[in-house]
């Protein structure tokens, strides 16, 4: 909670999260690399890391929503979640190319271009690519009122990546639906109240 | 990890069945944190499976087989679940034996099938295919079976019998993914063949694998292997085959026409929508480093063999 300013909570604030989130890719590489992720490793290791990908996007977009809700104010993790996405996001893209393509560059490149399914996975990292780099103090503050809108993207970011998780498989399963129906109630969220709670308006020039 | 490249070898002279079920324990232990976070496989116990008494058939790849453990906790058996560690894990219900399978539509004599019986009465043979799934990935399996041409000599095919249709059991009690909330398709599963591709030699009714009766994840008791085909139309745990006049539905094509055909052919050159079918990738064949990519082959290899059924036919509108 905000409030609480014990010594434990600044650490995972700082550095602890990151130690924390990085977990589930470090066991999932360790089992992958000792035969543990079963008959097709890559597969599993290339899924686990898109899934929480979606996930801590999901975590991300949560923080706005439980502040105006429950009152529970999360936002100084907001960055390291949403880092913590775009590198999973980066991993399972990364792994995409060489474990599971194998680099042949000849096939990659027209299947990001041409298959919607890839092209879309391709194109959430690209919009989450700006907002991890202007997610420092500096760029903050050289931006302005324009980081807010750019770091709206992430609700670009979230769609691309939901309908690129819902095209992955050949039917939808009860992990699938679960994930997409959060970002799909995040997203509806904002929708919402941009609809039902009126901004203050803005003085005429 | 470097990883070890099994040889083709014969099914007696793979790890002792005691050995790799005490493997399995352990792995079952292991995989169980793994489960908690939501990463891991866990290895069910294996299902009861009885040695088979087999002759050598007539083909077999030369290629490396994909290692039992593989075959056997890698499927595709939505009736057990949508995920590919599902059927190994949720098919200890399954009860395939008694089992009959009934014959037949347009047939001089139907009947029903005692599945023991056809084993003891028609030579198992060994039959080692190449497997494609249309997910493009690819195993290498040594199936035991009987040519489907066999069964269908015994009820004698009409002569205006054109397609043969095959149905999968159904028993929500004992599969479960066929009850709940998420049924991801409709039951029974369907499948169908024209009926110079049923007769054909290559095309096997597979009641065992590894030389032993099919585990149930597998498609036990017996089960439909065409392979210059995808995977999905190898029908598993089969209780009805009839000869028909028309092409039959079949249920992935049923469920998403533009994605899955009614032919199903293995075809490099004819992509799926969402992913390419140019290469696959051979499960166990490099291991975690390396990706095990090969190119896939026309009919998966098969077309020396099956090419001629579709002279003049375009391939690529009817996929």
């Known amino acids: ?205 | 990890m470097p990883t070890y490249r099994p040889p083709a070898i014969p099914a007696s002279e793979i790890t002792p069945r005691s050995v790799y079920l005490r493997r399995r324990e352990f792995m079952g232990l292991m995989a169980g944190a793994g489960v908690m976070l939501g990463v891991g496989g866990a290895r069910a116990e294996a299902p009861a499976t009885s040695p088979l008494k087999t002759v050598p058939g007539p083909y077999k790849v030369d290629e490396p087989l994909t290692s039992r453990e593989d075959v056997t906790t890698y499927n595709n058996f939505y009736e057990f679940g949508t995920d590919k560690a599902d059927p190994s894990r949720h098919s200890g219900d399954f009860k395939p034996r008694p089992w009959t399978i009934t014959v037949d539509g347009l047939v001089g004599k139907p009947q029903t099938f005692d599945v023991d019986k056809l084993i003891a009465e028609l030579p198992i043979e060994e039959r080692i295919y190449r497997m494609r799934c249309v997910e493009a990935w690819s195993m290498v399996i040594p199936w035991d079976g009987f040519p489907l041409k066999a069964l269908l000599d015994k009820v004698e095919p009409l002569g205006s019998a054109k397609y043969v249709a095959f149905e999968t059991v159904v028993r929500p009690e004992e599969m479960p993914g066929q009850k709940g909330y998420f049924q991801p398709m409709p039951w029974p599963y369907v499948e169908g063949l024209r009926l110079d591709e049923a007769l054909h030699p290559l095309t096997i009714l597979a009641v065992g694998l590894y030389g032993e009766t099919l585990p149930n994840q597998n498609g036990a008791p017996i089960r439909l292997v065409v392979p210059w085909k995808y995977g999905f139309k190898g029908i598993k745990s089969i209780v009805r085959i009839s000869l028909v006049e028309k092409q039959p539905p079949n249920s992935w094509n049923s469920l998403q026409g533009s994605e899955y055909g009614f032919y199903a052919n293995v075809n490099p050159e004819v992509d799926h929508p969402r992913w390419s079918q140019a290469t696959e990738r051979r499960i166990g064949a490099s291991g975690f480093f390396g990706s095990g990519r090969r190119p896939t082959l026309m009919f998966n290899g098969y077309a020396d063999e099956v090419a001629s059924l579709y002279a003049g036919m375009d391939l690529r509108a009817n996929y």
């Open chain 1, 1 to 205: 909670m905000a409030s609480d300013r014990s010594p434990l909570v600044e650490t995972f604030a700082g550095w602890g999260i990151y130690v924390v989130g990085f977990i589930p890719a470090v066991w999932s590489f360790w089992l992958g690399a000792t035969g543990g992720l079963g008959a097709d490793p890559v597969r599993a290791f290339e899924q686990t890391l898109g899934l929480w990908a979606l996930r801590f996007l999901v975590l991300t977009l949560a923080v706005t929503p439980l502040r105006q809700l429950a009152g529970i104010n999360l936002l100084r993790f907001r960055r390291a979640l949403g880092l913590l996405a775009f590198w999973y996001a980066a991993m399972h893209f990364s792994v995409y190319l060489t474990l599971d393509r194998g680099l042949i560059w000849s096939t990659i490149i027209p299947d990001i271009a041409r298959r919607p399914f890839i092209t879309l996975g391709f194109a959430a990292l690209m919009f989450l690519l700006p907002l991890a780099l202007t997610s420092n103090r500096l760029s903050i503050r050289r931006l302005g009122k324009n980081w807010r809108r750019l770091h709206r993207l992430v609700y670009v970011a979230a769609s691309l990546a939901a309908v690129h998780y819902l095209l992955a498989t050949k039917v939808l399963d009860p992990t699938q639906a679960a994930h997409i129906g959060l970002v799909l109630l995040l997203l509806g969220y904002r929708l919402v109240r941009a609809l039902l709670v009126r901004r203050p308006e803005r003085r005429a020039a």
